[in-house]
Every structure is written in structure tokens, then in C-alpha cells.
């Protein structure tokens, strides 16, 4: 299975501030097909997951702009320009490259 | 718009199988783009694939969880079931069930990612 580490797993943002998240796979996520199939999903509190980026940096509908996603091969990176009080949560990446999908641990965006 | 609702139990016993049904509303399990899957999340943990499946019934199962795992379609009523057999503690999650896009890969339709998921139900596995 390809295993999904992202880091850190906890980060406190000052409202307004930038936020990262990084995912790392143990295989390159770019299937035979040529594209990376990569996604990020937010889930707040109580909430199912939703996603949010989907072949590493292409935004779902209704995602605010201030979402982006980027990278390659096994390393991407979430970034929230500009945190609100509405991103907190957990952010999990995803890979749908390979079977069994896997999931990264999750990183849990909370406000300082 | 689309909605997916889990129903079934929420007790199960140990070595007993767990049974849900997913019904979705808004939009066709026969649509020809999409798959229908299940995943899970025991409290407090992350996410985890149990398998997915098309409408014509092919379907990808977690390797993990497939000697346990039937999932399994029902058009007519737009339906689609999970059943998980002897089932532990460690099989306590809430489960969710989600529509999956799809891309052809040469003459094969693959899920690429999850692009609905349904509220979720929790399933405790106690005796």
C-alpha cells in the first residue's frame, strides 16, 4: 500500500495568516495514464470529509480561492493563503492512484 | 442537488456482520460516471478505503478488509449495500458512503476521487 505522511499534524494560525500542509507518498503518485491522482479534503468538527483539491492543485467547486495545492510525484504540498475561522478542521491528502486508496494521518488546522 | 444517506444499525455484536445501505437521492447509481464507495473513520482516527463499486457491479475492495467485505448494488431502488462479516471492536467507525468520479484508462473506467460523501453513521461493534 502506498503509505501518505503529512506534516505537521497540528497547526495553530493566526486568523488572516498563511497556513502549509505537506503530504509525502512512499511511491510516486503519477499513474499510467500520465496524470497524479492527489486530492485534499477538509472535514470540521462533526462534519464529513468534503473535498477541496483534486489532481494535486485543481480547486472543486465552491472552494474558495485562497485554497491552493501543488507538487509532484510524491511530494505536495495545501496551502491556505489567508486563514478564516471556517478552515478549521482536519485536512487529510489522498491518493487514488493506486488501490487500496490511502489516506494521510491528517493535520488539524486550529486558530491561536 | 445530490444526497447520500447511510441507514442500518448502530449496535452490531462481535463475530456478527455488519449491514448498511446507502440511498442516494438527486441523481442516478446508474450513471455511467461514477462509482459508489465506502469508507470509514473509528472516533477520533483518520480515514480509511473499504472498496468501491459500479453500477454494473465491478467492483475494487481494500485488501485488508476483502476476504470480510461484500459491497454490492441495487439500481432499481438506487441503493448500494455494504456487509462487513465477523466483525470486532476494532471494526467500530463511522461509516460513510460517497460517490467517486471516474476517468477512462484505456477500456477500463477507474474512480479518481471522491467528490460527495454522505453524513455518515456510527456502527459500534459491542456485545
Known amino acids: 500500500d502506498i503509505v501518505m505522511t503529512q506534516t505537521p499534524l497540528s497547526s495553530p494560525v493566526t486568523l488572516g495568516q498563511p497556513a502549509s500542509i505537506s503530504c509525502r507518498s512512499s511511491?510516486?503518485?503519477?499513474?499510467?495514464?500520465?496524470?497524479?491522482?492527489l486530492s485534499w479534503l477538509q472535514q470540521r468538527p462533526g462534519q464529513p470529509p468534503r473535498l477541496l483539491i483534486y489532481?494535486?492543485?485543481n480547486r472543486f467547486s465552491g472552494v474558495p480561492d485562497r485554497f491552493s495545492g501543488s507538487g509532484a510525484g510524491t511530494d505536495f504540498t495545501l496551502k491556505i493563503s489567508r486563514v478564516e475561522a471556517e478552515d478549521v478542521g482536519v485536512y487529510y491528502c489522498?491518493?487514488?492512484?493506486?488501490?487500496?486508496?490511502?489516506f494521510g494521518q491528517g493535520t488539524k488546522v486550529e486558530i491561536k | 442537488q445530490l444526497q447520500l444517506q447511510e441507514s442500518g444499525p448502530g449496535l452490531v455484536k462481535p463475530s456478527e456482520t455488519l449491514s448498511l445501505t446507502c440511498t442516494v437521492s438527486?441523481?442516478?447509481?446508474?450513471?455511467?460516471?461514477?462509482?459508489w464507495g465506502w469508507i470509514r473513520q473509528p472516533p477520533g482516527k483518520g480515514l480509511e478505503w473499504i472498496g468501491s463499486?459500479?453500477?454494473?457491479?465491478?467492483?475494487y475492495y481494500n485488501p485488508s478488509l476483502k476476504s470480510r467485505v461484500t459491497i454490492s448494488v441495487d439500481t432499481s431502488k438506487n441503493q448500494f449495500s455494504l456487509k462487513l462479516s465477523s466483525v470486532t471492536a476494532a471494526d467500530t467507525a463511522v461509516y460513510y458512503c460517497?460517490?467517486?468520479?471516474?476517468?477512462?484508462?484505456?477500456?477500463?473506467?477507474?474512480?479518481?476521487?471522491?467528490?460527495?460523501w454522505g453524513q455518515g453513521t456510527l456502527v459500534t461493534v459491542s456485545s
Open positions: 460517497a460517490r467517486l468520479r471516474t476517468t477512462i484508462f484505456g477500456v477500463v473506467i477507474i474512480p479518481i476521487d471522491i467528490d460527495y
Open positions: 438527486g441523481g442516478s447509481i446508474s450513471s455511467s460516471s461514477y462509482y
Open positions: 463499486i459500479y453500477y454494473s457491479g465491478s467492483t
Open positions: 511511491q510516486s503518485l503519477v499513474h499510467s495514464d500520465g496524470n497524479t491522482y
Open positions: 489532481k494535486i492543485s
Open positions: 489522498t491518493q487514488a492512484t493506486q488501490f487500496p486508496w490511502t
